[in-house]
């Protein structure tokens, strides 16, 4: 009887700790027992103590069960949290009847704290940033020297995003008695804050900087607003439309001038594959305070991953100017590639 009622200690245990584990039970009749922790309507991720986490597809699950509360976001954009039970092919979620079909989301509290925290991050939190670097030196027949930084860090929120940027290219002809021996020096900075009035449309501030030696152009300071339009937004693709107004100051070497000036363009951000991250921008800025002039600008730029923290990137920029200083070009080409490292999530 002593080994009987020794035997049976852990058998109970064993069996209350299956009473108090989230049941999950799949459409081909299989029965899973863990701690459900998170879907995104594709898999349900369930924790076990035997094998870690189990993710499982979500077509194939046919109901589940949990004592513990559940946070779920339906198809109709409604969330409901509580216990969930499985009765006749229907989820019960506090008190709320729903398909399986029909969830959209699902996380346990400490995924949903988790999940807050992303809405309402700190102003140091949720940064993600890259540092672009190249530099070439020659010596012998010829003497050239290049270097070429650019930085970007973007901070984005379920309903706002806040980017800066910096570039800068200087370049030399080192040669005995090169004209000219300063062959490029660029540089270049700025950011952007959208907030997002609806779903598909967000309001924007942006101030900008440029100084282009060559040009004779000391510095251009650009400060705007307007308002934006998401054309596309999802996980691979966005487009964004963008129509507003700047103050725009510039100052050569000979000459000082502002002017207001309307502010027109697209944004496009597409993933290609798993490893390639595609940007591309153009904006034209017509001159309300002369008629016919305007400047432009046109980015593309492309980054692949080799590992997780250091990336390809290739960078090509024009900067147009129809009325730039007499003797001046109008257009500013600059093409960069080089090692990316990036930091943050």
């Known amino acids: 009887m ?43 991720v369930v924790h076990t103590d035997y094998a870690g986490d189990i993710e499982l597809k979500w077509g194939a699950v046919e109901g589940i069960q949990s004592n513990e509360p559940l946070h779920v976001e339906l198809q109709s954009g409604k969330t409901v949290s509580g216990p969930v039970t499985t009765s006749d092919g229907k989820l019960e979620i506090g008190g709320v009847e729903s398909s399986v079909n029909d969830v959209k989301t699902l996380r346990n509290e400490a995924e949903e704290t988790v999940y807050e925290k992303t809405l309402h991050p700190g102003l140091l939190q949720g940064w993600r940033s890259g540092l672009n670097a190249g530099f070439a030196l020659t010596r012998g027949n010829s003497a ?36 000219p021996h300063t062959t490029a020096n660029t540089a270049g900075g700025g950011f952007r804050y959208d907030h997002d009035l609806t779903k598909k449309v967000f309001g924007f501030g942006a101030t900008d900087f440029f100084a282009d030696s060559l040009q004779g152009l000391n510095l251009r300071s650009v400060f705007g607003g307007g308002a934006g339009y998401h054309a596309i937004k999802n996980d691979a693709t966005t487009l964004d439309l963008l129509a507003g107004l700047n103050y725009t100051h510039e100052s050569y070497t000979t000459f000082s001038r502002s002017f207001a000036a309307l502010t027109l363009g697209e944004e496009f951000m597409h993933k290609v594959g798993k490893s390639t991250l595609l940007n591309e921008k153009a904006l034209i800025f017509p001159n309300l305070n002369s008629v016919g002039d305007y400047r432009g600008t046109f980015d593309f730029a492309t980054v692949t991953k080799i590992s997780k923290r250091l990336g390809w990137q290739n960078a090509f920029s024009d900067i147009y100017v129809t009325n730039p200083p007499p003797g001046k070009k109008k257009n500013d080409l600059v093409l960069t590639t080089g090692l990316n490292v990036s930091f943050g999530q």
Do not use: H
């Open 144 to 179: 050239t020297k290049n270097l070429s930084l650019a930085f970007t860090a973007i901070r984005q929120t379920s309903n706002d995003k806040l980017g800066l940027y910096e570039n800068s290219v200087y370049a030399t002809n080192d040669a005995t008695g090169a004209v």
């Open 2 to 44: 002593r080994y009987i009622a020794f035997l049976a200690i852990p058998i109970c245990f064993l069996v209350a700790s299956e009473a108090l584990a989230d049941q999950v039970s799949l459409k081909n009749g299989d029965r899973l027992s863990g701690t459900i922790v998170k879907s995104d309507g594709k898999t349900l």
